[in-house]
């Protein structure tokens, strides 16, 4: 081996050499016209005389990627059949058992609260709109009141035959001496 890199060493000192006394190109500062035939013949020389250890250490290295790479392929598939025998060991422990229903008792207790918010809601937009339609009627009674006394009839009487309070869907779409309809809404 190491007459082989000693011959190396001499063909390359002969190829600086040929580079060397190539002759310049003129006007052109690093250029040099070199004798082709002479270059290609100490390149085909260097060639055969390298080692085949050279060639072999391609296909090594080739081979050795393939090999990590395959190995790199092994230890993912390990540390997921890990994760997943560690998850397995872990469901069947009483932590995990208490945790999970913990989560259940929580759910159940959101799920209640969110019963009990819809139901109030309820009350209350019934609340509402019962004090609305009230708020309503009486704003009613107050304007027939007010155009009785403009007419100088005696508001109370007046009132009181126009304009009656019904529960829902009573009397629904029933008309005054007017004309005009009388609803609950």
């Known amino acids: 081996m190491r007459e082989d890199m000693q011959y190396i060493g001499e063909i390359l000192d002969e190829l600086d050499a040929v580079v060397q006394d ?4 003129p006007m052109r500062r690093g250029l040099a016209v070199v ?22 250490s391609e296909v090594i290295r080739r081979e050795s990627r393939a090999i990590i790479a395959e190995a790199h392929e092994e230890a993912e598939r390990i540390v997921q059949e890990a994760h997943r025998v560690a998850e397995e060991k872990v469901r069947d422990t009483e932590p995990y058992r208490r945790a999970q229903r913990r989560a259940a008792e929580t759910i159940d207790r959101a799920e209640r609260y969110a019963q009990e918010v819809a139901s109030g809601s309820e009350v209350y937009q019934d609340r509402v709109m019962g004090q609305l339609e009230s708020w309503f009627q009486d704003s009613l009674i107050s304007v027939g009141e007010s155009r009785q006394e403009l007419s100088g009839s005696p508001a109370s009487q007046a009132a009181g035959e126009r304009i009656t309070r019904t529960e829902p869907g009573e009397d629904e779409g029933r008309e005054d001496e007017r004309g005009w309809r009388v609803s609950s809404a």
Do not use: K, Y
């Open 22 to 25: 190539a002759s310049s190109v």
């Open 35 to 56: 004798d082709r035939t002479d270059l290609l013949s100490i390149l085909d020389e260097l060639r055969g005389s390298l080692p085949g250890e050279l060639a072999e």
